[in-house]
């Protein structure tokens, strides 16, 4: 199993494979001072095979203003829980594109509610990653 990690600099939009990893589902929104922990939780519970860490860059290919962040965590993340990989995954347009996913399913109001947004955005992150992988 796999999560994928859409990190934030307030909330964390977190996604979970199926036991096969290849389908990618939201799971939670955690808020961003307790990320740390509940990966750590997550993984003592459920024996994770990597997290998958979407990597914020600029239309052009550029760094932005939380690229830094999300490198400064990818590093706090090996530290914590040795052994376990952690794969960048790009994330260009992915809040963008849960935004339009959940507004197409009818569910105008929630595609402003930010906690949705983040976890389907971390499900997009991820399953563009097991995409990537099976082709």
Do not use: C
């Amino acid at each position: 199993m796999l999560i994928g990690v859409d990190f934030g600099l307030k909330r964390t939009g977190v996604a979970v494979t199926d036991s096969s990893m290849i389908i990618a589902s939201p799971l939670e929104m955690i808020p961003s001072d307790q990320i740390m922990e509940w990966i750590k939780a997550f993984h003592a519970k459920h024996s994770l095979q990597g997290i998958v860490l979407g990597f914020p860059l600029s239309v052009n290919g550029d760094y932005t203003h939380i690229t830094e962040n999300v490198l400064l965590f990818k590093s706090a993340l090996e530290k914590e829980i040795i052994g376990l990989p952690v794969y960048l995954q790009d994330e260009r347009h992915s809040s963008q594109r849960a935004s339009e996913a959940i507004h197409h399913l009818g569910k105008k109001k929630h595609g402003k509610n930010k906690g949705i947004v983040d976890k389907v955005s971390a499900a997009i992150i991820l399953q563009d990653y097991l995409n990537e992988r099976s082709t």
